[in-house]
Every structure is written in C-alpha cells, then in structure tokens.
C-alpha cells in the first residue's frame, strides 16, 4: 500500500488529483477499522496531519471556519460556546479516544447515516467547502450526502474545512444508542432556533438513507412561533405543540429495521427526542436573555 503525507495542502490536493483512488485518512478511526478488518485495502492512503491548515479553526466572514482535520476534542474544549449544538454531539462519539483522534471531516467523508455531527450541521445550515486542483467549492451540508455512505465529493477533492454560523438561539441534540457511550446512534436529532431569521433548522440521523432535515416541521414550527408572538414574547408553548413538532419530524424520516434498531423503533424514538429537543430549547431561549442578541 503507497503512503502519500503532503505537509501543505497545495501538495495533498496534487497527490489527489495524481491518486484519484488514494482514500485519505485524517483520525483513521473509521479508515484503520475498515483496513484492519480487511474489509477495504486500499492502494494508498493520503495522510492528511501534516497538512496545518486542515488542523485550524479560525473566525471568517461572521463564521466558524472549522478545519476538516480538527478533532472532536477540540470541537468540545475550544468550540463549545460558538458551536454549542456540534458540540454537544462531539460529547457523544465513541470515547476520549476515539474523540481525540476523529473529526468532523472524517464524520463527513465517512457518510455514514448514522454519523453524529451531521444532525447538527444540518439544523445549523452548516457549508462544507470541498477543493481539489481545480479550485475551490461550497457545498449546502444538505447537498453533500447522495446517498448510503456517499457523498457529492469528486474524486480529485478533498474536504478542507465546515463553515459554521455561529448561534442566534439555542440548539440541542439529541442521540439513543444501546447505551450511552461507544455507540452507534440508533436514532439522533439535531434542533437549532435561529432567533435572527425567526427560522427553525432540523437534522435527522439514522432514520433514512443519508441524514436529512425535517423540512415540513421546520416551517411549521417557524409559523406557528411566528403567528402566536412567541419569537418577542417567549410566552410558554402552548399545549400539544412540541409533541406535534416531534410527530411531524417524525413523518420526514424514513428507517429500516437493523442490529441497532426496528423502523418502529427509530420513528417512535425521534418524535420523542424532537419534542424533547425543542422543549429544552425553548426553555433555555426563555432563560437566556442574551439569545437573540448575539
Ligand atoms: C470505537 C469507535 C467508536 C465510534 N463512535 C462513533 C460515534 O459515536 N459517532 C460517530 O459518528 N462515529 C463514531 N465512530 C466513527 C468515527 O470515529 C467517526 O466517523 C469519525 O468522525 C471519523 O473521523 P476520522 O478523522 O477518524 O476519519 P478517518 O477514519 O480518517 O476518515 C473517515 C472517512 O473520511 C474520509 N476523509 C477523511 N478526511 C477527509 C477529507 N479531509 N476529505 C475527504 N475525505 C476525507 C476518509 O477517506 C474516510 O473515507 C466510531 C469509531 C470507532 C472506531
């Protein structure tokens, strides 16, 4: 197996295009497990940690430009004020461990359905910027997953960084798994109220063939906090509507039954966390009197 380790991205962006086929490993915990279990050996593997710019956060354009190569650890302990809802969903992969080493661009090239920081990316309008040789380019979060472990990048591309607004009301996520560390979701849910656009944004993860938002609950929520006053008053929700929210979120999905869980199961268990999720959020939007003016 050739081993290509670029220190610039200039040069890991040629190797790409010089190695269409070279599958690039950033934390490897999701490359190292396919490898060692035999199930993907690949020609060769492009090392991305020697590449700075990949490993850094920077504030850009009123955004969060997040590195494809920054880990879970980071996202957490240097994010968590800015990023609240990715990084309430970096708390819950795999272990100390598999956080220091794994990334959100590795979350992202990975695909998978199941994959925990795409519920939030999704609910925060999250833009992944791909580049390759050929230049650079910015791909809706919701565009980027085509399909069961697939994704919208060219060969010849590789993700360099997340761009994430920061904020203007509370997100949650929310995540079941068989217990509550090391696992796979069985079902996930991502929530973010954006107070500034009077918006609603949702993620779905593990309940259909690629995460995907709950369009229609989105803007039924939106409507129905725009039409009660309830964006200016923060009066309580009224009776029924989180639990109709959940029931709506859970319309958008569409599971399978698998080890982890039934259909029934995971459709049962969104509307839950949905009702859940925006019962916390409003509590905290009518807690925090800073929400909406950051
Ligand atoms: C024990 C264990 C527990 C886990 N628990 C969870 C969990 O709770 N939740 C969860 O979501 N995941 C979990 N995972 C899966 C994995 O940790 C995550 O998907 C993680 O985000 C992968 O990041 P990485 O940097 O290690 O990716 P890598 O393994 O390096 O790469 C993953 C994929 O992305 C591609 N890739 C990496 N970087 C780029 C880039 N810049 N451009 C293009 N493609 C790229 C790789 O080629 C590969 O296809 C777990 C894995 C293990 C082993």
Redesign the pocket.
């Known amino acids: 197996m050739e081993f290509l380790q670029p220190s610039t991205l200039d040069e890991a962006l040629a190797a790409k295009a010089a190695h269409p086929d070279a599958?690039?490993?950033?934390?490897?915990?999701?490359?190292?497990?396919?490898i060692n279990f035999d199930k993907h050996r690949p020609a060769a593997l492009?090392d991305?940690n020697r590449v700075s710019e990949?490993a850094e956060w920077t504030p850009e354009n009123g955004d969060i430009r997040l590195g494809?190569?920054v880990?879970?650890t980071r996202v957490i302990d240097e994010l968590g004020g800015r990023l609240p809802g990715l990084a309430m969903?970096a708390r819950?992969?795999?272990?100390p461990?598999?956080r220091n080493?794994?990334?959100?661009?590795?979350?992202?090239?990975?695909?998978?359905p199941?994959?925990?920081?795409?519920p939030a990316l999704l609910a925060a309008d999250a833009v992944v910027e791909?580049a390759s040789v050929r230049g650079r380019r910015k791909i809706p979060v919701d565009e980027f997953f085509t399909g069961v472990k697939r994704?919208a990048?060219a060969a010849d591309?590789?993700?360099?960084a997340i761009l994430v607004a920061p904020p203007s009301g509370p997100q949650q996520f929310c995540?079941i798994?068989t217990r509550n560390?090391?696992?796979?979701?069985v079902s996930a849910f991502g929530l973010a109220l954006k107070v500034d656009r009077r918006s609603v944004g949702t993620g779905i993860g593990s309940a259909a063939p690629t995460p995907r938002r709950a369009r229609e609950a989105e803007e039924f929520l939106a409507a129905e906090l725009e039409e009660r006053g309830l964006w200016d008053s923060r009066a309580a929700l009224p009776d029924g509507l989180a639990a109709e929210f959940g029931q709506r979120v859970r319309a958008a999905a569409a599971p399978i039954d698998d080890v982890r869980g039934s259909a029934a199961y995971r459709l049962h268990s969104l509307a839950v966390m949905a009702r859940r999720a925006l019962t916390w959020a409003w509590a905290d939007y009518q807690n925090d009197d800073r929400t909406g003016s950051n």
């Open positions: 599958v690039p490993i950033a934390g490897g915990t999701d490359v190292m497990v396919e492009l991305l990949l494809s190569c880990s879970y969903a819950t992969v795999g272990s461990q598999i080493r794994g990334t959100v661009g590795g979350n992202l090239g990975a695909a998978s199941a994959g925990d920081s795409h791909a994704h990048l591309e590789l993700i360099t995540k798994g560390a090391m696992v796979i979701a």
